[in-house]
């Protein structure tokens, strides 16, 4: 602790001295041992905000990378066109869309039956009877006037609320108002239908008011790809499998429905990829020097920085061939016969299902046994179940060459190898550069190239259970703050626990040093008051010490 330097004037003047100020000199010595714990706190919270930013970084980037890892994601989405969209007008194309064209011939649309009761010239007029209707081979019910119901528009409403599939509306014109009907079924199957009708006009000589058809109901004809097809609705799905379109006329010439992947899409998601990747190794790079002032960037020489730089260099490393088997509806079907692997140049083995059979995870399980050089998954997904070989070797090295005699019994179909995992063998083949200072580039040309002539092979350099995109998730996962166990968040903890150590013996310092503080006040204020009676105290003593030597020692003053 260093010396306090303290004046206290004159002791004889009178005047005391400044208790507040003496007692700030000294608080101030003592708070010096704070110091270095401050230094340390702001150093800490420095860093963790740099941390945050980072995390947030790595967050972004997680989220790109997840919309391309997503089996219902980007790479799923599809684009539609219609040839005529007088006579047909895409609505939709969900992910079970296949891209490819199809040719549609509308030979009809599908119509709503409706009817209407005969008009008559007051719409007020009572009426009386009950009428009997019935929606396709739905039940029929019976509508009963009353006092309650019996005009048109209580005889809708009546209608209306009866649920029998029914739209009951009055409508009114030059010729008078009648009953309109329309059924809530499109297409045959919701063909209205009158039984018994009794309803008449009282107010007009009890004419009978009688049904009339407007509209028969009736299905969509329509041939799809040269098959004849039926739809109850003109808005039609699925039979273009997940494809929806809208048929708006017919028409004896055939329209062209082209299904596309969403190229613009992947490209646009690719492109964002890369500049939130850019960002990141920006915000990295930036704190391996100093800032503006001059002083080193929180995390400079902290090994998180090297770390992260470390993983996220590494993710970007060439991905290892991979590939699966066709996919099957039942992941327990029983299957028989073998398939050979061979990985890279070494030598070709042979795995065996035993000759009563096994399973997708039987299989796999032997194709790890045998340790040829690779893992075998069984990954589950819309699509099915499928057998998926990821060789353990990156690059040409690692390549795979697989012969499947493979057959599904219970369904009797031979199970292919697709190779189209191992096309995609890293980020340069979808026109990413790496460059000098870890950034990326990016040619959405070459990307564009490659997803028009193995789209498929994009997917699955993204999507398959070890392909590049799920591999580099779990890196990022690993890296950031989104788990407990990710670089930065174990950062974070770290700096939080110091931080609240620091914390700690900051206040309890504090605490120290205000006792000392009330404490010194006092003393020093009870000191300052005897400096203050001093001069008064002399002169009492020089006035006793005059009265007993008869010396006066101010005589002359």
Do not use: C
């Not at 490819?100 to 709503?112: R, Y």
């Not at 995992?421 to 200072?437: A, F, K, Q, R």
């Amino acid at each position: 602790m260093g010396t306090v330097g303290l004046s206290f004037g004159s002791p004889t003047s009178g005047a005391g001295f400044d208790v507040s100020s003496t007692v700030s000199q000294i608080v101030a010595n003592l708070q010096n041992v704070e110091t270095p714990w401050k230094t340390q706190l702001s150093t800490l919270e420095s860093q963790d905000a740099v941390i945050s930013n980072l995390g947030t970084l790595f967050s972004n980037l997680s989220n790109d990378l997840s919309q391309l890892t997503d089996f219902q994601g980007i790479l799923a989405q599809k684009t539609g066109s219609s040839s005529n969209t007088n006579v047909l007008e895409l609505t939709s194309a969900s992910s079970s869309a296949t891209a490819g064209a199809h040719t549609v011939v509308v030979n009809s649309l599908a119509q709503t039956s409706s009817g209407y009761l005969t008009a008559i010239a007051n719409a007020s007029d009572a009426l009386s009877g009950s009428i009997t209707l019935q929606v396709g081979s739905g039940a029929a019910q019976t509508i009963t006037l009353n006092s309650s119901n019996d005009t048109l528009s209580g005889l809708a409403a009546a209608i209306n609320a009866s649920g029998v599939g029914i739209s009951a509306s009055v409508l009114t014109d030059a010729t008078g108002s009648r009953l309109s009907l329309v059924s809530g079924t499109s297409g045959a199957n919701g063909d209205i239908s009158v039984s018994a009708n009794s309803i008449i006009d009282t107010s007009n000589s009890n004419a009978a008011l009688s049904y009339t058809t407007a509209v028969s109901g009736a299905n969509a004809s329509l041939t799809v790809d040269g098959v004849n097809l039926s739809s109850a609705s003109n808005t039609v799905s699925n039979l273009i499998p997940g494809v929806t379109f809208q048929l708006l006329s017919s028409s004896s010439n055939p329209v062209q429905v082209i299904i596309g992947n969403d190229n613009s899409d992947v490209e646009s998601t690719v492109n964002q990829f890369v500049t939130d990747y850019n960002s990141l190794i920006s915000a990295l790079n930036t704190q391996q020097g100093d800032t503006s002032s001059g002083t080193p960037e929180p995390l400079f020489g902290s090994p998180t920085l090297s770390l992260l730089q470390e993983q996220l260099l590494s993710g970007l490393d060439t991905q290892n061939p991979n590939g699966y088997l066709d996919a099957i509806a039942n992941a327990s079907d029983t299957l028989t016969g073998s398939i050979s692997i061979q990985v890279g140049t070494g030598t070709a083995q042979t795995v065996s299902l035993p000759a009563a059979g096994g399973t997708l995870a039987s299989l796999a399980s032997a194709i790890n046994s045998a340790d040829i050089g690779l893992t075998a998954n069984v990954v589950t997904s819309s699509n099915g179940s499928q057998l998926e070989l990821f060789s353990e070797t990156a690059g040409s090295a690692g390549a795979l060459t697989v012969t499947s005699s493979i057959v599904d019994q219970t369904t009797n179909t031979a199970l292919n190898y697709n190779g189209s995992g191992s096309d995609v063998t890293g980020l340069t083949s979808l026109g990413i550069s790496v460059n000098n200072d870890g950034s990326l580039t990016f040619d959405s040309n070459s990307l564009d190239s490659l997803l028009n002539s193995d789209y498929s092979g994009v997917v699955g350099f993204f999507q398959n259970a070890n392909g590049w995109g799920q591999s580099f998730a779990n890196t990022l996962t690993n890296a950031g703050t989104s788990t407990s166990t990710g670089i930065l968040a174990l950062a974070e903890s770290a700096n939080s626990g110091t931080e609240s150590t620091l914390n700690a013996e900051i206040s309890k310092e504090q605490s120290y040093i205000s006792v000392q503080q009330a404490s010194l006040t006092t003393e020093l204020n009870q000191a300052n008051q005897i400096l203050q009676q001093l001069p008064s105290q002399l002169q009492g003593v020089n006035e006793l010490y005059s009265a007993i030597t008869g010396y006066n020692e101010n005589a002359n003053g």
